[in-house]
């Protein structure tokens, strides 16, 4: 099993720019995308953005499109979530997921089921 660390969350205020980094612990072989999602105490974790690994092809959730970058390093096996225009909205944990085999390609909105291994979630605030 692959650990996660993700990094960057803090406190923003809105209209502000933040960056989230996530590293995996070890190289492996079988990765078919990562991606971040986010969760709100007491309600579902959300789909924010995804990255297939060899392709680099993103697919992002409606509610960040145009103003979140998902990209990825792969010497550094690492994915990155450039946060634009932030909105007290986007306020959450934030988490890193790997998927093994590709399950995440079968809906255009990836659920949560189809990743593999989490992180333990970055808490980004905006507030003013």
């Known amino acids: 099993q692959v650990q996660l660390t993700e990094s960057g969350g803090v406190v923003v205020q809105p209209g502000g720019s933040l960056e989230l980094s996530c590293v995996a612990s070890e190289r492996t072989s079988k990765l078919y995308s990562m991606a971040w999602f986010r969760q709100d105490p007491g309600k579902e974790r959300e789909f924010v953005a995804d990255i297939t690994w060899d392709a680099g092809n993103t697919k992002y959730s409606d509610s960040v499109k145009g103003r979140f970058i998902i990209s990825r390093d792969i010497v550094k096996m690492s994915i990155f979530l450039r946060m634009n225009d932030l909105k007290t909205e986007d306020t959450a944990l934030y988490y890193c997921?790997?998927?093994?085999?590709?399950?995440?390609?079968?809906?255009?909105?990836?659920?949560?089921?189809?990743?593999?291994?989490w992180g333990q979630g970055t808490q980004v605030t905006v507030s003013s």
């Open positions: 997921a790997l998927d093994t085999v590709g399950y995440s390609s079968y809906d255009a909105i990836p659920r949560p089921y189809h990743y593999d291994d």
